[in-house]
C-alpha cells in the first residue's frame, strides 16, 4: 500500500519559514505528479504547488515566489519551503501522490493518494 506522512507543520510568526516534509513508501511509479495542497475549515481543499518528475512544477497564485516545491527521489520525499509566511497560509497541509500529468500541471484525480495532514498555523 502506498503511505503518505507529512512534517515539518507548526506555528511559526508572520514572516517566518517552514518546510514540510511528505515521505512517501509504497510507491513504484517512475514518474509521476506529486504536490502540496491546504484546506481551511469551511472551505474547499486548493492545490498550492505541484511537481512533475521530469521537472516541471506550478504553484498556485497566492504562493508564488514564497513557497518551493521540491522532490529527492533517493529519500521518497517530498518537500515545500514556505518563506515570509502570512496568516492566509494558516491550514491543513496534505501532500499528495499519483496524479496524471496533462501535458500542462498534474491533476489529481480520485485513483490519487493522500496524507493525513499538518497544521500550518501563522500569526
Known amino acids: 500500500d502506498v503511505q503518505l506522512v507529512e512534517s515539518g507543520g507548526g506555528s511559526v510568526q508572520a514572516g517566518g519559514s517552514l518546510r514540510l516534509s511528505c515521505a512517501a513508501s509504497?510507491?513504484?511509479?517512475?514518474?509521476?505528479?506529486a504536490g502540496w495542497f491546504r484546506q481551511v475549515p469551511g472551505k474547499e481543499r486548493e492545490g498550492v504547488a505541484s511537481i512533475w518528475t521530469r521537472g516541471s512544477t506550478n504553484y498556485a497564485d497566492s504562493v508564488k515566489g514564497r513557497f518551493t516545491i521540491s522532490q529527492d527521489n533517493a529519500k521518497n520525499r517530498l518537500y515545500l519551503q514556505m518563506d515570509s509566511l502570512n496568516s492566509e497560509d494558516t491550514a491543513l497541509y496534505y501532500c499528495a501522490a499519483g496524479g496524471i500529468w496533462t501535458g500542462r500541471n498534474c491533476v489529481f484525480a480520485s485513483g490519487s493518494y493522500w496524507g493525513q495532514g499538518t497544521q500550518v498555523t501563522v500569526s
Open positions: 509504497g510507491y513504484t511509479d517512475s514518474t509521476y505528479c
